[in-house]
Every structure is written in C-alpha cells, then in structure tokens.
C-alpha cells in the first residue's frame, strides 16, 4: 500500500471491548481493527488476555461489554441464528488443533462441511482432501489418524479444516508454538502463501518474533488491559513502552530481526 492511501475498510471492528472474570479486568476498553488480507500478529505479556480477545471476537466467550463489529454487522446484538451464521466466515485454528482422534484427517476435514454445509460424506471427503493439499499435506495423510502424526502435519490438518468452509478471516492461537524452527518457518511461508491465493484476513496470536517479522503485516501489542499500538512492526517497535523494549530489543528480538534483514538481502 503506497502512503496516502487509506487503509481498507476492516473486517472486524472491536471498539469498547471490556471483558472481566470475577474482580479481574482483563480487557478495559481495547479497540482494534482486522482488515481484509492482512496477516495482524496479536502480542503481549503472558495473560494479557490475547486468547481472550480471539475467543471474544470469534463467539465463544460473550464480553462483559463493547462492541465486535464482524462485516458491518455488530456480532453481540445478532439473534444467534445470525451470529452463527456469521461466524461461518472465520476459520479458527486453536493451540492444541482440536482434531478429533477417532476419525482419520479426512473425516475430520470433511465433519464441518457435513454439519456446516450440508455436503454428503463422499462430497465432503473428497473436498476434504483437497483442503488437506492446500494445508501443504501428502495425498496418503487423509488416512492417517491423529496418532500417527506428527506435531508439524497435525497443525497443518487443523489448519485444512479450519479452512474448510472458505473463510474469510482465519484466527490463529500461537500456531507455531511447539513446532521446530524449519517446521514453524514452513508454517508462517504456508500461511503467507494462503493470505495471497484466498486474500484472507488472518488474526494470529504468537510469541513467535521469526513469524512477527516474516509474516505480519501489522503488529498489535495487548498491555495495560488494552491494544497499546497496531501499526506496521518498525512503528511497533520503536513505542516507548518498557515491555515493547524487552521483546523487541532483547537478545531473540534482536537475532529475530538480522534474520529477517538476511532473508531479504538479495
Ligand atoms: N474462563 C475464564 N475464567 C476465568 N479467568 C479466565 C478465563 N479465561 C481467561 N481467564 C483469565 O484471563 C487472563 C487472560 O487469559 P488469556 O488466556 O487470554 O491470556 P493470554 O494473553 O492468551 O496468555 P498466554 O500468552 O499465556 O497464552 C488470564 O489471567 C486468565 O487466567
């Protein structure tokens, strides 16, 4: 985007968001805007509450107040049928992928567009197994079950069937957590490639610095129960904030960077 031009109207606008359990304010008046085909990198102190805001924005957490604008429409006023309908559009991605162990990776692909979609099994299947290849996945790994993978292609299953009913916004919680650093830089290289061929707008919650720098085209910091900047990773980077300083200037930020100025040197 060349400067001047506005940003692109956002997918989702979170405005006021309050979200509080028992005497624990966890969010106190948090904005923030996703817009349609940029990766947003979430980061911020452990308990910050960055799943929570993925959970709230998502539906599976109602906040204590605010307001989640989703495609113009505002989510937490919708009758559920509605919102529902909606959240349909996202694509989630947790921690732990959520597959379920008992049936093999097509299955599980194939269960949301059977429920969701209203696909008979062999359509369903077969779709599947095309979403399993876009995830990056062998053709003989629709067979296997979750047990037989490993940590690596059990994310990239769990990101084929968060991608099964053609999402326009994909939330990930810390998808390269737990993966070796080749495995977590072909994760981030898959993720930007999908963001370019689908143009999705991805929310994606790390405390990966490698991704920050490779994949993010924004970067919102969640301190002080809010979102305390989002903006592209230099203007985030050079905030005057103590724990921006320590992540991004500390020993990993540092080598996080060279990496990345390496990477791009011809
Ligand atoms: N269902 C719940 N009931 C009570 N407290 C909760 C609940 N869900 C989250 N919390 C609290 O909200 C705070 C934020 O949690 P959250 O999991 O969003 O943090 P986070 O920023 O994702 O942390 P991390 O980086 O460690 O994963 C934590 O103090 C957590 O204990």
């Not at 509080?20 to 948090?30: E, S, Y």
């Not at 989630?92 to 969701?116: D, K, M, R, Y």
């Not at 999705?200 to 970067?219: E, K």
């Amino acid at each position: 985007m060349s400067a001047g031009t506005p940003p692109p109207e956002p997918l989702i606008r979170v405005r006021g968001l309050v979200n509080r359990f028992g005497r624990q304010t966890v969010h106190d008046g948090l904005d923030l805007d996703i817009r349609r085909g940029e990766i947003l990198g979430v980061v911020g102190g452990s308990g910050t509450g960055k799943s929570v805001l993925l959970r709230s924005i998502v539906g599976l957490h109602r906040p204590s107040a605010g307001r989640i604008e989703v495609f113009g429409e505002d989510l937490l006023a919708l009758p559920s049928v509605q919102r529902s309908r909606l959240e349909r559009r996202f694509g989630v991605l947790f921690q732990q992928g959520a597959l379920f162990t008992s049936l093999n990776l097509a299955e599980n692909v194939a269960l949301p567009l059977i429920e969701h979609a209203g696909l008979s099994r062999p359509e369903a299947e077969h779709l599947a197994r095309l979403k399993l290849a876009l995830a990056g996945l062998p053709a003989n790994a629709a067979d296997k079950y979750p047990d037989e993978l490993s940590g690596g292609m059990i994310k990239r299953a769990a990101l084929a069937r968060a991608l099964a009913l053609d999402p326009e916004v994909l939330f990930l919680d810390e998808p390269t957590a737990g993966l070796d650093p080749i495995g977590a830089a072909a994760f981030d290289q898959l993720i930007l490639t999908l963001r370019d061929a689908l143009g999705l707008g991805v929310f994606l919650v790390t405390h990966d610095l490698d991704t920050l720098y490779t994949s993010c085209d924004r970067v919102a910091v969640l301190a002080q129960k809010r979102v305390l900047v989002a903006d592209r990773l230099e203007v985030v980077a050079a905030t005057d904030d103590a724990w921006i300083r320590e992540y991004f200037h500390g020993p990993r930020g540092r080598a996080a960077q060279r990496a990345a100025e390496l990477q791009e040197t011809p």
